[in-house]
């Protein structure tokens, strides 16, 4: 499809395809900043990530907003996550820092991907004790039933760590 003759408005109208119709590539960072705050999830989630592919200033100020404002499902706010991790490390990391409850399972679980994939960035203080709090929050039982994928690869590697820290 070619989006070249389409006016900004129509730019809205995309919404309406099925997100594998679109041809993300061809479109201009303006349109897909709308698209990727739209409240059509798998378009927007293929939108941010398109501007994180091309590097776009946009993606971190995009990723941000749907953080910030809890835009999305849980999927969208993950990929977000990842997106500013990726562009802006230092915003995430306080983003991370002051949403400690980790009540989401599929954000819980990107985090925690993010940890054990960028393990340096966590060490040290003042992003060292999210280690500590996901632990924390895994133990509770009330989370069995939000099992993650990530859980277990995260209890066998930071459980024996803070172990042994403490002996």
Do not use: C
């Not at 900004?8 to 897909?32: C, G, M, R």
């Not at 100020?61 to 562009?87: E, H, P």
């Not at 409850?101 to 960035?121: G, V």
Request: charged share 25%; hydrophobic share 40%.
């Amino acid at each position: 499809m070619n989006y070249e003759d389409i006016n900004f408005e129509e730019w809205q109208n995309l919404t309406v395809l099925d997100h594998d119709q679109i041809d993300y590539k061809s479109l201009p960072e303006k349109a897909l900043e709308s698209l990727a705050l739209s409240n059509e999830l798998y378009i927007a989630t293929s939108a941010l990530v398109e501007l994180s592919i091309r590097e776009s200033k946009l993606a971190p100020l995009v990723a941000s907003q749907i953080l910030s404002n809890s835009l999305g499902d849980s999927y969208l706010q993950a990929s977000a996550l990842s997106v500013l991790f990726k562009m802006e490390r230092k915003q995430a990391l306080d983003f991370m820092r002051k949403h400690t409850t980790f009540n989401d399972p599929i954000l819980l679980n990107k985090i925690m991907e993010l940890i054990m994939e960028n393990e340096d960035d966590f060490i040290l203080e003042p992003n060292s004790h999210l280690i500590g709090l996901i632990l924390e929050r895994l133990e509770k039982p009330e989370n069995e039933e939000n099992s993650t994928t990530a859980k277990a690869d995260f209890l066998n590697i930071y459980a024996s760590k803070l172990t042994l820290e403490i002996l």
